[in-house]
């Protein structure tokens, strides 16, 4: 809604749209414009942890819909949870990195378990349940760049702009003798 409702107003009365008020409106405190930035406890954490492992980053962007949370969340809540515990902030952080360092291998040391089996039985071995974010979006993409390589409409396109690049580059060459 654009204006305040007071100028809304104003306009409905000089339209004869609605009559009169009798009494004067009610003034509502303004906010001074800035929008407060919600922050949560674990922010402080959350940050903290990903300065610390910046590889988890790309976690967040991909399993943003997924029932696990991020690993940054779930270290920001065990440190709070230490926390209230009466442990230090720095031990209680050291105890919530551990845990996920070792939860990380425990992962890793699964799949290779899992791959082993695989090989020994002869079957192809399992698409890899924890894949390193980077690797899940070229995975994505790449039906978009074999298709860009093998399309024959796109190659066709991409044809006529080399030919077009090319015959700008001549104009401009031979415009300059």
């Known amino acids: 809604m654009r204006g305040d409702l007071l100028t809304k107003m104003r306009k409905l009365v000089k339209g004869l749209a609605r009559p009169e008020p009798r009494a004067p409106p009610v003034t509502f405190p303004r906010p001074d414009g800035k929008i407060k930035k919600i922050e949560f406890p674990e922010d402080v954490y959350v940050r903290k942890f990903n300065k610390k492992h910046p590889d988890s980053l790309y976690h967040d962007a991909i ?57 020994s039985e002869g079957k192809k071995p399992p698409p890899n349940p ?9 995975a994505e993409e790449k039906k978009y760049v074999m298709d860009r390589l093998f399309n024959p409409k796109l190659i066709e396109i991409a044809n006529k ?10 104009d401009r060459t031979a415009g300059q003798w």
């Open 63 to 119: 399993k943003i819909s997924g029932f696990d949370p991020p690993p940054a969340r779930v270290f920001a809540w065990r440190v709070l949870e230490l926390k209230e515990q009466g442990v230090g902030e720095d031990d209680a952080m050291a105890v919530a990195d551990m845990e996920y360092r070792t939860q990380k291998k425990a992962k890793k040391k699964a799949y290779k378990e899992l791959k082993e089996i695989a090989r």
């Open 130 to 138: 924890y894949p390193s974010a980077i690797k899940e979006i070229q």
């Open 161 to 170: 702009m080399k030919e077009e690049r090319d015959k700008l580059h001549q």
